[in-house]
């Protein structure tokens, strides 16, 4: 039988018709432009595309995708993208939410999400502030922020994403930033090719109501000293001289010098260890012990099976054992009783 060639698709055959609505300058604007560029390199039709997200700035995302999408309820984005998903299992379904509508309200769902291992795309946009709401404090934001609901200062701990996301057993981790497009479109890639959570955690900066959060990884003075870039199979070298290594001491990360090459210390990445202490290790770098730089790139990749494989798997079982029962005897199968 003849097979229907693959459409060949162009960036703006996924741009919407829609205005993009998001203050000159955002960061959302740059993922955006990723998203739609990475998405015609797939392989994929358009039509067994689905973006579903919740509230915040980054939730007027499905608006702009030219494809089909959910623009749900505060902090829910995960639970509707689950039921479309387990339905669906060929669909290829992504996820986009803030620290804000992922982290607070919606956080008990994303760590359910991950913990199942659905096969879901999490794109998180990290900007550490509350935008749509006029510039509160967020889960993200660092201890002692000054903001219109902190004035004396947040006195919450903030929640780093990557290691919530790691400690719930994510199978696919990564962080990236708005301002590296070429980065956050092979982080896309990778994760659109991953079976199984994805979860990716974006820098975007709020230029009015948390401008210059992430500078220290996107000004050219500063950036080499303040981030490291993660390649499997290569050792974690940073600075503006590429004079510097991460080694592991014990189960702490440690900056060493790396002058002439000398890498016999140096931290060899694997994003492939199935143990999460290592990913977790690094995912802390620059967040919560700030002496180190910040690790962009995949922090763990490992395969498992997925959420909706084992559906599947139950579905045929339940369906040989009984494969012509009827919606009336399942309903009235095992323990039943009648209140009068």
Request: glycine share 8%; net charge neutral.
């Amino acid at each position: 039988m003849a097979t229907l060639e693959q459409p060949k698709y162009t960036k703006a055959d996924f741009e919407s018709a829609n205005d993009v609505r998001w203050c000159p300058g955002c960061g959302d604007y740059a993922i955006l432009s990723a998203v739609q560029s990475v998405m015609p390199t797939l392989g994929i039709p358009k039509e067994k595309f689905v973006f579903v997200s919740g509230i915040g700035c980054s939730s007027r995302f499905p608006h702009y995708m030219n494809c089909y999408g959910f623009h749900t309820i505060h902090g829910r984005a995960l639970t509707v993208a689950s039921g479309v998903k387990s339905i669906n299992p060929d669909l290829s379904v992504w996820v986009v939410t803030g620290d804000g509508d992922g982290l607070s309200i919606g956080g008990n769902h994303t760590m359910h999400a991950i913990r199942r291992n659905q096969d879901l795309k999490i794109l998180l946009f990290n900007n550490k502030i509350y935008g749509l709401t006029k510039g509160q404090y967020s889960p993200t934001s660092e201890l002692g922020k000054k903001t219109k609901s902190t004035p004396m200062g947040s006195i919450d701990n903030p929640i780093n994403p990557v290691s919530l996301a790691i400690a719930s057993g994510a199978t696919f981790v990564a962080r990236t930033i708005d301002k590296n497009v070429k980065h956050m479109m092979e982080i896309f890639k990778e994760a659109a090719a991953h079976k199984g959570t994805a979860f990716i955690e974006i820098y975007q900066n709020c230029l009015i109501f948390n401008d210059n959060a992430f500078v220290d990884y996107t000004e050219k003075e500063v950036k080499d000293d303040h981030s490291v870039y993660l390649t499997s199979g290569k050792p974690l070298v940073y600075g503006k001289e590429s004079d510097k290594a991460i080694k592991l001491n014990g189960f702490s990360a440690q900056s060493t010098g790396a002058k002439n090459g000398d890498l016999k210390n140096a931290l060899i990445h694997d994003p492939t260890v199935k143990d999460k202490a290592l990913a977790y290790v690094l995912g802390q770098m620059g967040v919560e012990n700030p002496e180190l730089p910040v690790a962009f790139g995949v922090l763990r990749k490992v395969e498992e099976p997925t959420y909706q494989d084992r559906l599947l798997d139950q579905e045929k079982q339940a369906l040989s054992k009984k494969p012509n029962a009827s919606i009336e005897d399942i309903l009235n199968a095992g323990d039943t009783w009648v209140v009068s």
